[in-house]
């Protein structure tokens, strides 16, 4: 499970990163009508890639700690999977000696409806940066 979190994670940081540089790519013609029409389907389609890019859990943040004194290793964490609005998912996972449990609260507009932890506030914040 765990990995399949820090997978998932990865693989978002990696498209997140591919889309800011993809964003950063200067336009060299000023003037749409001089663009041959091929161009401008090409156009087209980005601009809708990039409405559709926006629905994309694609903002994510990541908080490791101990969640008890007599646990260490920081293996406790919560992750926020947000998208530009700030819709999405946090979800926590609390280790301790004798047990673990996981929490899946869901995020609308950067809030959440439940009582968040510190961690999962940081975790939100972190991904809203």
Do not use: N
Not at 29 to 57: C, F, K, M, T, W
Not at 87 to 110: C, F, M, N, P, Q
Not at 117 to 129: D, L, T, V
Request: glycine share 6%; hydrophobic share 50%; proline share 4%.
């Amino acid at each position: 499970m765990v990995l399949a979190i820090v997978s998932m994670v990865v693989a978002l940081a990696a498209l997140a990163l591919a889309l800011a540089a993809w964003r950063r790519t200067p336009s060299p013609v000023a003037d749409p009508d001089a663009l041959p029409e091929d161009v401008v389907g090409l156009r087209q389609e980005v601009a809708a890639l990039r409405a559709e890019a926006a629905g994309a859990l694609r903002h994510l943040g990541l908080v490791r700690y101990d969640a008890f004194t007599d646990s260490g290793g920081r293996l406790s964490w919560s992750v926020a999977l947000l998208d530009d609005q700030g819709d999405g998912v946090v979800l926590t996972a609390i280790h301790g000696r004798s047990e673990a449990r996981s929490y899946a609260k869901s995020i609308r507009a950067w809030a959440c409806e439940q009582q968040l932890s510190p961690e999962e506030e940081q975790a939100i914040g972190a991904a809203r940066r």
